[in-house]
């Protein structure tokens, strides 16, 4: 399993940017996939979900702006941001949950700079 994230960039405040993640190892049986960000000196915290049914969740700070899709079972997302404001600016993560072993996989993380 090796995730690649992909995307990140500069944007200045009000732009959009979209992120990527895909599974370049050998294909597993995915619960959900997730992107997280961390920012300078902060936690690493969840910004989206996606289950392997479908089902999507986001953080609060990010609802109404950032949209998750892909196919879980095709072991790929995406991260759709519009509307980004400096505060979105963060190392971006993806993270994939295992569906039998529960066991987190992670990204190299690709980085998102929000500013004018």
């Known amino acids: 399993v090796q995730l690649q994230a992909s995307g990140g960039g500069l944007v200045q405040p009000g732009g959009s940017l979209r992120l990527s993640c895909a599974n370049s190892?050998?294909?597993?049986?995915?619960?959900?996939m997730r992107w997280y960000r961390q920012a300078p000196g902060n936690q690493r915290d969840l910004v989206a979900v996606?289950?392997?049914?479908?089902?999507?969740s986001y953080a609060d700070s990010v609802k109404g702006r950032f949209t998750i899709s892909g196919d879980v079972a095709k072991n790929t997302v995406y991260l759709q941001m519009n509307s980004l404001q400096p505060d979105d600016t963060a190392v971006y993560y993806c993270?994939?949950?295992?569906?039998?072993?529960?066991?987190?996989?992670w990204g190299q993380g690709t980085l998102v700079t929000v500013s004018s």
């Open positions: 993270n994939a949950e295992a569906v039998i072993t529960r066991r987190s996989y």
């Open positions: 190892g050998s294909r597993f049986s995915i619960y959900a």
């Open positions: 996606m289950t392997s049914d479908g089902s999507t």
